[in-house]
C-alpha cells in the first residue's frame, strides 16, 4: 500500500505523480443539488413576464372587479379569459396558441386565486413550498428540495397573496405585525415572515398535507415503524394513553399523531388546541 510507504522517512521518488490537491470547499454542491433538478411547470422568459404584466394591468384597469367577485369561479375565469383575449388582440401580441393558453391560465390565477402558486398547490408529490422573495421558489419533493420554475412580479404581488392566505383565517401580516401563521382550505400550514423581518421580500411557507392520510399500517409498509411498534402504538391511541410526540422541523410528529387519532372511538368527543389547525381527524365530534 502506498500509505504504508509514504510513513518511511524516505524520499518520495520523482517518477509518482503527486497526489492531486484537495478541492477546496466552496458550497456549491449544495446548489448544485438544488439548481440541477426538474424545474416545476414550463420555462418562462423574461419577454413572457413582460407580455403578462402588460395585459395584466390592462386588464385591471378594463375589469370591474366588484361585479366580478359576484360571479362564481368558473364564470369569473370565462369573464377574464374573454377580456384577456380582446387585449391580446387589440395590442397585436404575438404568440404561440400554446403560450397564449398559459398567460391566459397564468392572470386568471393571479385575479382569483394564488398567483404562481397554483401549478404548485396542485400537485400531491410536492410536502413543502418555500417562497424567499418575488424571484426565488423552491418545493420539496420526496424529501428533495427543487427549485421551482416560478416567479412572481414583484414582492408587491407575493405579499398581496400573503394578505389574501392569511384574511382567510382572520389574520393580516405587515409591518407591525410581519410574522402570521395561518392554513389553507386544505388544511395546509402556512408561514409569512414580512418585512421589515425578511430582507430580501416577503418570505412565505406552505406545509402542504396528502390528500390521502397515512396508517399505521402504511408507516410499516415504508419501514418508518416495525409492526411491533404499530401494534403498541394503536394500544396507546386505543387506551387514552397520555402522550408526548416530539423531534425536530418535518420529522413526521403531525403524521404520527394523526395516525394515533385514527384509533379514538367515533363516539368520543375530542378536544383540540392548535396553534394553525393541523389534525386531519375523522371522528364526527371534534372542537
Avoid: W
Wanted: hydrophobic share 35%; aromatic share 4%.
Amino acid at each position: 500500500m502506498q500509505e504504508e510507504e509514504v510513513s518511511a522517512p524516505a524520499p518520495v521518488s520523482s517518477d509518482a505523480p503527486p497526489p492531486p490537491p484537495p478541492e477546496p470547499d466552496t458550497g456549491l454542491a449544495t446548489t448544485q443539488a438544488v439548481e440541477d433538478v426538474e424545474p416545476a411547470g414550463p420555462k418562462r422568459t423574461d419577454d413572457y413576464y413582460n407580455v403578462k404584466t402588460t395585459i395584466f394591468n390592462a386588464l385591471i384597469d378594463t375589469i370591474d372587479l366588484t361585479q366580478l367577485a359576484q360571479l362564481d369561479n368558473e364564470s369569473a375565469r370565462e369573464e377574464i379569459r374573454d377580456i384577456v383575449n380582446e387585449i391580446i388582440a387589440i395590442k397585436n401580441v404575438v404568440m404561440s396558441i400554446a403560450e397564449q393558453e398559459e398567460l391566459l391560465e397564468d392572470i386568471c390565477n393571479d385575479v382569483l386565486g394564488y398567483g404562481p402558486l397554483e401549478p404548485l398547490l396542485g400537485r400531491d408529490d410536492i410536502a413543502d413550498i418555500m417562497v424567499n422573495g418575488a424571484h426565488r421558489t423552491f418545493i420539496e419533493v420526496s424529501g428533495k428540495v427543487r427549485s421551482a420554475n416560478i416567479r412572481f412580479r414583484d414582492n408587491a404581488q407575493l405579499m398581496n397573496i400573503c394578505q389574501r392566505i392569511v384574511s382567510q383565517v382572520g389574520r393580516r401580516v405587515d409591518e407591525s405585525n410581519p410574522i402570521c401563521d395561518a392554513r389553507l382550505a386544505d388544511g395546509s400550514r402556512v408561514n409569512v415572515i414580512a418585512p421589515p423581518l425578511a430582507i430580501d421580500g416577503p418570505s412565505l411557507t406552505i406545509r402542504k398535507f396528502k390528500k390521502d392520510r397515512l396508517t399505521l399500517d402504511k408507516l410499516v409498509e415504508f419501514g418508518t415503524i416495525t409492526p411491533d411498534g404499530a401494534t403498541i402504538l394503536s394500544v396507546i391511541g386505543k387506551c387514552r394513553c397520555n402522550v408526548l410526540i416530539s423531534g425536530g422541523t418535518g420529522s413526521g410528529k403531525t403524521t404520527l399523531l394523526n395516525c394515533l387519532t385514527a384509533f379514538i372511538e367515533r363516539d368520543e368527543r375530542v378536544i383540540t388546541c392548535e396553534d394553525a389547525a393541523e389534525l386531519q381527524l375523522q371522528q364526527p365530534h371534534v372542537v
